[in-house]
């Protein structure tokens, strides 16, 4: 294939060679009918050809043009104007467009631009400018709130992936992730996560590989939603598709250097907040005469002392009392001013919110473009150092970005680019409920602690001695001082960190060969590659047993298209657009990830010859696949008024089997612009319908179908092997979805008001999924076809310009979005029993989020309150809840609709935006909650009782507290139950329902402020053609959440396996400065 | 020429797009499609092992509800919740997919890397004693459970069968396999970290598992009992320690003995020693029990103590599990990595001498008789001396005629329970039978002793059917129904 594709290259060339003609010079200018003011970027090209230039600042373009040739200038929001070449000079007047709207033209899906008349379903663009103009390092986020449909979740620790999902969860364990295409190039962004990290076990997020895109080398975003609108990318589209188109050269040479500064700091409300009166313990059962404490001789004077129950992570033991002396955990340290003395038995002065960083990060970014007649150039570099909120913890990202088309002739042009991208993590933010490992240090912050812990003592033993000096000694008094549980977070810090580097490299070349006006054939071949070195490490003393793991990760996708576009009027009226293609992908996927065994002889020495005990032979992935597709498609078009659209596309992939790899996917698609019709309503500036069908496809994950055994390392000599715990299935067919969508946009008062919805449904039927089966089988899963997801919402786009005057310009944005997920069939065995649900994770806390049988996707799944017929919870007669069985569904973590608002202002030169993200609905559960109540560090853990005593005091002593609710008869609750041992408030009392939150928020994510100097001013500056300072603030403030200390949006990871919170980051606020100058 | 240059062009990537074949991709390079049949047997058997050995609290709690350990901290598993960590998912997961699932395929791969149809009748009677033996312990934790239909991805919804036909079918398979077993022919060799591949071993195994088998079911159907009790003496049972069936774990991991991952490797402080079973071993008087050092450590002052169930602890207060490793001068070895695992020993063979003998099968021997040796291989098993074994059968508790419980089975079951130390599921299945010594649930338990284990909640969820008939049958899925062979 390759080959014949070079060969199909050089043809082309050798072909254009003949086709030069004799050239000329032509010059001019472009101004503007209404106010006869120049108007740049006006694309001038020469009809027929993909030959030309576009205007600059003052309007001006410069070509060359062979003899008796037609220009065509076209912009947005002006009617289109060819005129013919005579003489060396031309100047043209612009016409403003009553029908600007429908000339819009937007790029679809491999990348074939139709303008907004000719296209029938959902697709929404944002400009580079737009999603670039918080200075995030992943331009994803950027996307939050603009686009409707899209539902991104983003999570807080530094670095980590962004969810990224349009019109619902359709498949219910396969991918469900938009796609990404750079310029024709689909870009990887799977998680490639550890299945530990990704099911809330410990590990590290590393991260979306869509964050590598670099945001000052996009154009624009267009979000092609439903299936209609991608369907000819195949089996990848039927997520929707994110088109990025990257900035190219303008006519001249440009160089635009951007410059900003971030600082961080958390968002207090998305943290604990600790209460203040009770120290460490569980409660009263330690040794000391209160039951409190520890208890032994510490200084010798043959008396015993109060010790501070160090091996307890909780906060439910004595009351502060600052006339209390207590032996604590730096009394034992001889390197602590405190060593060998009792202090006073009070809360910490710092808690955990003083661990938090305020980072500093910068990006600088430069990039040179120029555009000539015979082609362009563009070469960037971006330099991205980001720190986060936790100590060590940074990402260094080096960017370059060279690109270049060179038209051989006015037929034949092609092009180039290579991306390429180094990134470098260190210290990433442990995830998960981590056990052992404990590289969650939020857990322990959260979940586990006791507030007498002073944290800036804790660093200052750090700092001190560079050893693992922590507060949880295992036994103080029998001199043992190793850390049961958890390490000094310092030290977890600064020596248990992980590390990682990819560098990957995205690209393409191609040709573009125009041999007649209305076909235009390209052919590309595009690649993604990346190679990832993810080092993680434990180091001796550490709890649990240290080590040292790399994985060393490659992947390649490589695409080879071929494609036809033809574009001719068939007569007046009729115009047909059509295209044939080709595109062949490869995959190849590969890991080896090896790890030490049983421990670390040296400390801090991280290599696998370091092994305590011989290692395991490494574990190695090697994955490969291929999907062949042809596809065809045909847009024809009456009088601007109709438009049908039809596409087919077959794929054949090698994931499935022989007999059922082939695949197809078509759609049809129709739009009417009636406000053609209706011109005597001049209000309605533009109005069309439109309303498309389309079918598409997805594969097997790869090596599904044949079954394989796995290799255990030996017994002493014995060779070990085992089943897979999936059963594969040698008889998969694809998945597939229907998708039907209808549309409205409408446009008023010269385009003031516009207004674009959609409704859609999708259902998603033979989805491949590895069902959960009883393992008395012998497995917990096995393959097949089996499950339908139905998705039906709508998204509304309102946006309108209130105020729009010489120099006071008001915008606002309005995106709305609905979706309703239903899982309305799981699986049968042969005698037609049914599943009822099938479990995607359980987790720490005996929750599961499920795919469960008629209802949405994503129930979270736990033990619930029994209830009264009234709806009262049921209290048993030990006062405490009746509680259900661990199944019922507690909670769905689907939100209700999200939407965003965003305003901007402009005046004169400055500008002022704002975006506020809102989610409404959808539940979480939080682990953190869950423990953290238990452990009592939480001001509802202490409170002052209906009889006035403190809550947390013995039922001797007024303690405790009613649990509201009615017995089995139906009378009212009165037992009192006591709150004076942990557990009353969390997890060992309540059901886990107790620790569902409704996850809505309200977010002010954007602000900026922007000054540009005016051009009277630029034009004394010589070379420099733009001067901008924007100040700019993220995630700046939550203005509603109902989830107490914590981000509703926080999540593990991506992926379909949302609603549920452990360890949790808080949220970042960030305030960055930037300047941009373009010369 | 150009135009149809490039529409041929077209056409032929387009056509060569469509003749690959794409199939050989999905071929996983990596993983075998074939594996040798002893790699799966050596696996299943050490999956096998670890699960009945293991202390994890996601697994094995026994030790706690048969209080031989107690938990320091977190007590949950000492006061009977086996639900916030899913413990009976964990059991079932363990045994049929990991151990019996594995077995059931080495039987399917042994004609095709075996050569000997000796040699192949005996390795598929020993992997079937082996799946009877890890059936058993299926069927007295949970009752009725899926047998015919198990094993069989086809039936992804197993039907769930009567406790007591499965355990007869079980007996019936032990027979079979028993006569199947040719002595004067090989089998595994060292992919037998039992015994090596010794047949004659096996087949005492297999008749010393039937003989446990026909005691657990005295209370269900006696004649029956007698029967098989009486076959499986006839056949031969286990009659030293060396007959004892026991997995020897390696010193370095992943091949350790779980216990030492738990206690030691993990550095955590979970477990010290329960007061019930402290109580019993009558530290601190002269009566001490002679395996009280290899049961446990002292604590931090240097005395043997045990926590009481259900109740927090403070780990350096109390004793812990033998092993130099969690505390220098101790002489037990529970905590070492290569401790072996214990699947069958003599010393409850003998216990089961006794109890048939008592309840007059004719078996030889007398009932004192069986109980001290049941007793003396217990003690010298974990490494105190005969002469110690004596003197201990000496004391008035101890001594058969004397001992403590009044009646036989009584007398049988406290020594028993004290010899199936470190075995809390054997250990469970003993006191659930012939219910000595009596254990009183902690005051802060969230249920009453368990005497069987709730269905896992994967089966609830996934098999709900057949789930719902077998919770009806037995008569409610609950920690409180009793099973088939518990019949007081």
Not at chain 1, 392 to 398: A, G, R, T, V
Not at chain 1, 745 to 755: I, K, M, P, T, Y
Request: aromatic fraction near 12%; proline fraction near 4%.
């Amino acid at each position: 294939m390759k080959k014949s594709l070079l060969t199909t290259l050089c043809i082309l060339l050798l072909a254009a060679t003949q086709l030069y003609a004799q050239n000329h010079t032509v010059t001019g200018k472009v101004t503007a009918k209404e106010d006869g003011l120049p108007v740049p970027g006006v694309s001038v090209s020469i009809k027929g050809t993909t030959t030309g230039t576009q205007t600059d600042v003052s309007g001006r373009f410069s070509l060359s043009v062979p003899d008796n040739t037609i220009l065509s200038f076209s912009f947005i929001g002006y009617i289109t104007q060819s005129v013919p070449v005579s003489g060396n000079t031309m100047n043209v007047v612009l016409v403003a467009s009553s029908q600007q709207l429908g000339e819009v033209v937007v790029t679809g899906a491999l990348g074939i631009s139709r303008t907004r008349n000719q296209q029938s379903y959902a697709a929404q663009q944002v400009s580079g400018d737009e999603v670039n103009k918080t200075r995030s390092s992943s331009f994803v986020n950027g996307l939050s709130g603009k686009v409707a449909g899209l539902e991104i979740r983003q999570n807080n620790a530094l670095g980590s992936s962004t969810n990224v999902v349009l019109r619902g969860v359709k498949s219910i364990t396969g991918n469900n992730q938009a796609l990404f295409v750079i310029d024709g190039v689909p870009v990887n962004n799977s998680n490639n996560n550890s299945s530990t990290q990704q099911s809330g076990g410990g590990g590290y997020d590393y991260g979306s590989p869509s964050s590598d895109i670099n945001p000052d080398d996009i154009e624009s975003v267009t979000v092609l939603k439903g299936a209609a609108a991608s369907a000819l990318y195949g089996s990848r589209g039927s997520n929707g598709v994110i088109l990025i188109t990257s900035k190219k050269a303008k006519k001249g040479v440009g160089i635009t250097i951007n410059s900003s500064v971030s600082v961080g700091e958390v968002d207090k409300s998305t943290f604990a907040k600790y209460q203040h009166s009770y120290g460490a313990g569980y409660g009263n059962y330690y040794n000391d005469p209160t039951g409190y404490f520890f208890y032994g001789d510490v200084n010798g004077d043959g008396k015993n002392d109060l010790v501070t129950p160090t091996t307890e992570d909780a906060s439910y033991g004595a009351k502060f009392d600052p006339n209390l002396k207590v032996y604590q955990w730096d009394a034992f340290d001889k390197t602590s001013a405190n060593f060998g003395k009792a202090t006073p038995w009070v809360a910490a002065t710092n808690d955990p919110t003083s661990f938090f960083v305020k980072p500093v990060s910068n990006n600088q970014s430069i990039m040179i473009t120029n555009g000539t007649d015979g082609g362009s150039f563009k070469l960037g570099f971006t330099r991205n150092d980001e720190n986060g909120i936790i100590p060590n913890s940074s990402i260094k990202k080096n960017i370059v970005d060279l690109g270049g088309t060179y038209n051989i002739t006015s037929k034949l042009s092609v092009g180039g680019s290579v991306n390429y991208y180094n990134i470098n993590g260190v210290g990433r933010p442990g995830t998960g409920y981590d056990g052992a490992s404990a590289r969650n240090v939020m857990t322990n912050f959260r979940q586990w602690w006791e507030v007498n812990n002073d944290v800036k003592a804790l660093k200052a033993a750090y700092d001190r001695t560079g050893k693992n000096i922590t507060w949880n000694y295992a036994d103080p008094l029998a001199g043992n001082l190793t850390p049961i549980f958890w390490d000094n977070p310092y030290y977890v810090r600064y020596q248990n960190f992980e590390s990682d580097t990819r560098n990957r490299y995205i690209g393409n070349v191609n040709a573009t060969y125009k041999p007649v006006s209305w076909l235009t054939i390209t052919g590309r071949t595009s690649l993604d590659s990346y190679t990832e070195l993810d080092e993680e490490r434990k180091n001796v003393s550490s709890v649990g047993v240290p080590y040292y793991s790399r994985n060393n990760k490659s992947f390649s996708e490589t695409n080879y298209d071929l494609l036809a576009n033809v574009d001719k009027n068939l007569s007046k009226s009729f115009n047909l657009k059509a295209l044939l293609g080709t595109n062949i992908r490869k995959e190849n996927t590969q890991s080896v990830y090896s790890v030490t065994n049983g421990g670390l002889i040296v400390p801090s020495v991280y290599s696998l010859s370091n092994s305590l005990n011989t290692p395991n032979a490494p574990v190695e992935y090697k994955g490969l696949r291929e999907v062949d597709g042809i596809f065809a498609g045909a847009t024809l078009t009456y009088n601007n008024l109709i438009t049908l659209d039809g596409t087919i596309r077959r794929d054949k992939s090698s994931t499935l089997p022989k007999a059922n790899n082939t695949y197809y996917y078509p759609s049809v698609a129709g739009g009417f612009i009636f406000s053609e019709l209706l011109k005597q309503y001049t209000w309605l500036s533009y109005g069309k319908i439109r309303a498309n069908y389309a079918q598409v496809g997805a594969d097997a994950p790869v090596y599904s179908v044949n079954d394989t055994y796995s290799i255990i390392p030996p017994f002493g000599s014995s060779p070990q092997s085992a089943v897979n715990t999936t059963k594969n299935n040698p008889n998969l067919k694809p998945e597939r979805t229907k998708s039907a969508e209808v549309g409205l946009e409408l446009s008023f008062f010269n385009n003031r008001l516009g207004f674009d919805g959609s409704y859609y449904a999708t259902s998603t039927f033979d989805e491949i999924l590895p069902v959960n089966v009883s393992t008395a089988t012998g497995y917990s899963f096995s393959y097949l076809n089996a499950g339908t997801v139905k998705n039906k919402g709508i998204e509304l786009s309102l946006n309108g310009t209130p105020i729009r005057t010489q120099d006071f310009n008001w915008k606002m944005t309005l995106n709305f979005t609905r979706n309703r997920s239903k899982v309305t069939e799981l699986f049968k065995d042969g005698t037609g029993e049914e599943s009822k649900n099938l479990e995607l994770n359980s987790y720490q806390g005996g929750v599961s989020i499920n795919a469960s049988l008629n209802q949405p996707f994503g129930m979270i799944r736990g033990t619930d309150y029994k209830y009264a017929s009234n709806g009262q919870k049921i209290v048993g007669a030990n006062g405490q809840y009746l509680q259900s069985g661990p199944n019922e569904n507690i909670g769905n973590s689907n939100p209700d609709w999200i939407g965003g608002i965003n305003n901007s202002f402009t005046y004169k030169g400055f500008n002022l935006s704002f975006l506020v993200d809102i989610r409404k609905g959808g539940s979480v559960f939080s682990t953190d909650m869950y423990y953290g109540l238990a452990t009592g560090l939480y001001p509802e853990t202490v409170y002052t009782n209906d009889l006035g005593n403190p809550v947390r005091n013995t039922l001797a002593n007024g303690g405790g507290f009613i649990r509201p609710g009615v017995t089995e008869s139906g009378a009212p609750n009165t037992v009192r139950v006591s709150a004076s041992n942990y557990g009353a408030f969390g997890y060992a009392r309540l059901p886990d329902k107790a620790f569902v939150y409704d996850a809505s928020y309200v977010k002010l994510r954007e602000a900026l402020i922007g000054y540009s100097l005016p051009q009277k001013t630029i034009s004394t500056l010589g070379p420099i053609k733009e001067v901008t300072f924007q100040l700019i603030g993220r995630n700046l403030w939550i203005i509603h959440k109902n989830l107490p200390y914590s981000d509703p949006e926080e999540g593990l990871t991506s992926g379909n396996l949302q609603g549920y919170q452990v360890g949790a980051y808080p949220t970042t606020r960030t305030i960055s400065l930037n300047l941009k100058l373009r010369f | 020429m150009k135009k149809i240059l490039g529409v041929f062009l077209l056409t032929s990537i387009l056509f060569s797009a469509c003749k690959k074949d794409l199939t050989s991709l999905n071929n996983d390079p990596k993983n075998p499609s074939i594996v040798p049949s002893y790699a799966l047997f050596t696996n299943a058997q050490r999956r096998l092992s670890n699960t009945v050995t293991s202390s994890n609290v996601n697994l094995n709690i026994f030790r706690l509800i048969e209080q031989q350990w107690q938990e320091t901290t977190y007590t949950d598993e000492s006061n009977y919740d086996i639900t916030t960590r899913s413990i009976p998912d964990g059991i079932w997961n363990a045994l049929y997919r990991d151990v019996l699932y594995n077995f059931e395929r080495t039987k399917v791969l042994i004609p095709n890397d075996v050569t000997g149809a000796d040699i192949q009748k005996n390795e598929i009677a020993i992997t079937d004693v082996m799946q009877v033996y890890t059936y058993y312990y299926l069927v007295t934790t949970f009752g009725d459970i899926p047998y015919t239909d198990a094993l069989d991805i086809s039936k992804p919804f197993p039907r769930f069968d009567d406790a007591k036909t499965v355990y007869y079918s079980l007996l019936t398979r032990l027979d079979a396999d028993i006569a199947a077993l040719n002595t004067g022919a090989a089998s595994f060799g060292s992919a037998d970290v039992i015994y090596g591949g010794d047949v004659t071993k096996w087949k005492k195994f297999a008749a010393t598992l039937k003989l446990k088998m026909g005691i657990t079911i005295a209370d269900l159907d006696n004649a029956k009992a007698k029967t098989v009790v009486e076959s499986a003496v006839a056949t031969g049972v286990f009659t030293s320690n060396s007959d004892n069936a026991q997995f020897q774990y390696l010193t370095s991991p992943p091949n350790t003995n779980p216990v030492w991952v738990d206690l030691v490797q993990s550095a955590r402080q979970d477990f010290v020693a329960c007061s019930t079973t402290m109580a019993l071993l009558k530290p601190q008087t002269a009566f001490a029990d002679p395996r009280l050092p290899y049961y446990f450590t002292v604590n931090s002052t240097g005395t043997y103590i045990g926590a009481d169930p259900g109740s927090s602890a403070t780990f350096s207060l109390f004793s812990k599990p033998s092993g130099p490793l969690l505390v220098s001068s101790s002489i037990g070895k529970i905590t070492n990595p290569d401790f072996p695992g214990l699947l069958l020993d003599y010393s409850e063979t003998e216990f089961n001498l006794a109890e048939a003998i008592s309840r007059g099968y004719a078996v030889a021997g007398s009932v004192a008789g069986h109980y001290n040796s049941a007793v003396t291989a217990s003690v010298t098993y974990w490494g105190a001396s005969a002469t110690a074994a004596a003197a201990y059968l000496l004391q008035p508790t101890v001594a058969f005629v004397t001992a403590t419980g009044g009646t036989d089975l009584h007398k049988i079951g406290l020594q028993k329970y004290l010899a199936l130390y470190n075995r809390g599921w054997d250990a469970w299945t003993e006191t659930r039978r012939l219910d000595y010594p009596v254990l009183t649930a902690p005051s802060t338990a969230q249920t009453e002793f368990p005497v069987r284990f709730t269905y896992p909640v994967n089966e609830q969820n996934v098999n709900v059917t057949n789930y719902n008939k077998a919770a009806t049958a037995i008569g409610g899925d609950l920690v409180t129904t009793k099973l088939f062979f518990d019949k007081h």
